[in-house]
C-alpha cells in the first residue's frame, strides 16, 4: 500500500460481501485508488450523506440509485472528488456505474459512486475502464484490509475495525473500513464509511440504526471545523447469518451497541489521524440547559486555533479554553458555577482558577497523547462528548501542499 503506517486489522470477514482493489492512476500512478464492492442480492443498505450544500456529484448518483433500487456495487476512488463539476460531473459519475454494469452484468443503477480528493477538477473517466475489471477479477471476502488502504487520501494509517456479537447462540460479524484525516467535521470529513453485517436487518430498521451510530460518533468529530462535499457513511445487511434483527428486539440493541462502538472506533481513529495531529482531545460538556448549548460549548473550544495550537505545543495554557467558553454567547450565564477540568486536574473552579492548580499539574496532562477536556456550567442536565485534535505545523503544510 501507498500509505506506510497501518494499525492492526483482524481478519472477520462479512458473507455477502466481497471487495476488489486497484491502481487506476488518478492521482499518482501505481498507487491503489480503486475499490469495488460487490453486495450479495437479498441484502439491504442504509446510507447518510454530506450536509453540504455544493454536494459533489457522486453523492447526488448514489442518493438518486438508493431511491431507484438496492445496490449491487459500490465504487470507490480516490485522488478526484469529482465535485463542484456540474453537469459534467454527474455524467461522469454515471459513466462510472456505467462500466460497472457491463462488467459485472448488472445494471447501472444498481452501483454507487463515491469519490474522495480534490475538489473542482473533471473525473479522469478513461483511467476507469481497466481498473474496473481488475478490481472486479479479484474481488474476494478476505479483501477488507487491501480495501481499507485503497479508499485514502491524504490518511496515514488504515483504518478498519470489526466485531463478533453472540446472538440467539450464534455469532454475527460487523466489519468496518473508513477514511479521513482532514476536511473534517461531517454533520451528516473528507470522510467515507463502509460497514457491513451479516445478520439480516429490514431497510428502515437499518437506516435507523446507522443514524443512530453516526449521531454518536461521526457526527461528533470534527478536524477543522469543514463540512466536505463528498462524505458518505454506508451500513449494509446480507442476511447470510440467518440472524434477523427486529425493531425494538433486545438482539437488535446488541447489535445497535456493537455498531456503534465500531463508528466511534472508526470516527477516533479519523482524529488521531487529523492532518498533522498529534494528540487526541475529548471534549466533555456537561451541565447544559440544551443540547444546542452543550454543542456550541463543545465546538467554540474544539475549533478554537489558539486552544489547538496551545495543545500541540503542550502547553497548559487554560485561560484559552475559558476564553473561548466565555464567548459562546450563553444568556444568563451564572460564572460561579463553571467548572473545568483537565483530565482529573481542576483549572477552573466555580469560575475561578482552582486554588489547587499548580502548573506542574497542567503539564503532567498536556503531556499525554490522550487528554480530555471536561467543562461543567452548572446550568441543567444536557450534555455531550465530541472528539478533536491539535493543529501542527504539518497541518498548515499538508493542507497548502494539497495540489502539489
Known sequence: MANEKHIQFEKFPVAGIRLGVACAGIKKEKHPDLVLIEIAEGSQTAAVFTQNAFSAAPVVISKKHLSQSQPRYLLVNTGNANAGTGEQGLADALACCDLVAKVSNS???????????????YLPVDKFSTAIKI??????????????GGILTTDTVVKA???????????????????????????????????ATDAKINKSVLQRCLFEA????????????????????ILIAT????????????ELSVFQQALTEICEE??????????????????????CKNEKEAKDVAYTVAHSPLVKTAFFASDPNWGRILAAVGRV?????????????????????NGDKAADYTEQKGQSVMDKSDITIHIDLGRG????????????YDYVRINAEYRT
Not at 329 to 349: A, E, P, S, W
Open 107 to 121: 445494471k447501472s443503477f444498481e452501483t454507487l459512486p463515491f469519490s474522495t480528493g480534490v475538489i473542482g477538477e
Open 135 to 148: 478490481a472486479y477479477e479479484n474481488l474476494s471476502e478476505d479483501n477488507w484490509g487491501d480495501a481499507a
Open 161 to 195: 475495525f470489526t466485531r463478533k456479537i453472540n446472538i440467539q447462540n450464534k455469532l454475527v460479524t460487523v466489519s468496518g473500513i473508513a477514511k479521513g484525516s482532514g476536511m473534517i467535521r461531517p454533520d451528516m470529513a473528507t470522510m467515507l464509511a463502509y460497514i
Open 214 to 233: 453516526v449521531n454518536h460518533s461521526f457526527n461528533r468529530i470534527t478536524v477543522d471545523g469543514d463540512t466536505s462535499t463528498n462524505d458518505s457513511a
Open 239 to 250: 442476511a447470510q447469518s440467518g440472524i434477523e434483527l427486529k425493531q425494538d428486539s433486545d
Open 266 to 287: 472508526l470516527a477516533k481513529a479519523m482524529i488521531r489521524d487529523g492532518e498533522g495531529a498529534t494528540k487526541l482531545i475529548t471534549l466533555a460538556v456537561t451541565g
Open 329 to 349: 454567547g450563553i444568556t444568563d450565564f451564572d460564572l460561579t458555577k463553571v467548572n473545568i477540568l483537565l483530565d482529573d486536574v481542576c483549572i477552573v473552579r
Open 381 to 392: 442536565d444536557k450534555d455531550i462528548k465530541i472528539w478533536t485534535c491539535d493543529f501542527s
